[in-house]
């Protein structure tokens, strides 16, 4: 067997290791799901609001002018009220539209949450501004991120995040990097059923800064 190893090429030794991480992270995102799935939506509800709460009192969000929210789907924590605050506090919003044949986002200006009746709804039920719609700022096209607050399925309390496949963030957060302001903060949303003892990663996988969830005390 040591042989067999041995002679394995580092390109196909390679392939190995990230067939092994997609498959680790395919069982994983079925287990999240499974777990999300069965929570009822009032509870889904309470723990957004213990999460949306805790993160109005944390100091990175109170000190961040220019932030970008997710607009969420049935399995994540709810941001309604976060986006109201937002406005409430005068900060600049920016939200996803992503581009679905790619791992290409962007982070466009939403003005107001009038602003959000307007967005189109997509094939995967969330609202985002229209692919035609170019009028509106792209935070890293002018001042940057302060604060990026994170989707994902699972997360583990090393700030590892398992995402939905795409790319999305991770492809962002690499664009923020070579943004003069640098890479935005990141606290990642989660219900304490997306908790995990530890996420599968691979080089590409970006670590966020922060989880907020509903800690059991």
Not at 40 to 48: C, G, N
Not at 99 to 121: A, I
Request: proline share 4%.
């Amino acid at each position: 067997m040591g042989l067999h190893n041995n002679s394995l090429s580092g390109f196909e030794q390679c392939r190995f290791i990230m067939a092994a991480l997609r498959a680790a992270k395919q069982a994983l995102r079925r287990e999240i799901k499974g777990r999300v799935a069965a929570v009822s939506d009032q509870e889904k509800l309470r723990q957004s609001r213990v999460v949306s709460q805790k993160l109005f009192k944390h100091p990175k969000y109170l000190s961040s002018q220019r932030v970008a929210v997710f607009l969420n789907m049935h399995d994540e924590v709810r941001t309604d009220d976060i986006l109201q605050d937002i406005f409430k506090r005068g900060k600049l919003c920016f939200i996803p539209r992503y581009f679905t044949k790619s791992s290409h986002m962007d982070m466009l200006r939403l003005k107001d949450m009038e602003d959000m009746k307007t967005l189109p709804l997509t094939s995967w039920n969330i609202q985002q501004p229209a692919d035609n719609d170019n009028d509106r700022e792209e935070a890293l096209a002018t001042g940057g991120l302060d604060l990026i607050l994170m989707p994902g399925l699972g997360f583990d309390k090393k700030g590892n995040r398992l995402g939905r496949g795409k790319g999305f963030y991770d492809t962002y957060l690499e664009r923020c990097r070579t943004h003069p302001k640098g890479k935005p903060y990141t606290i990642a949303l989660a219900f304490k059923e997306q908790l995990c003892a530890e996420v599968p990663v691979g080089e590409h996988d970006i670590l966020i800064d922060e989880v907020l969830y509903e800690d059991e005390e």
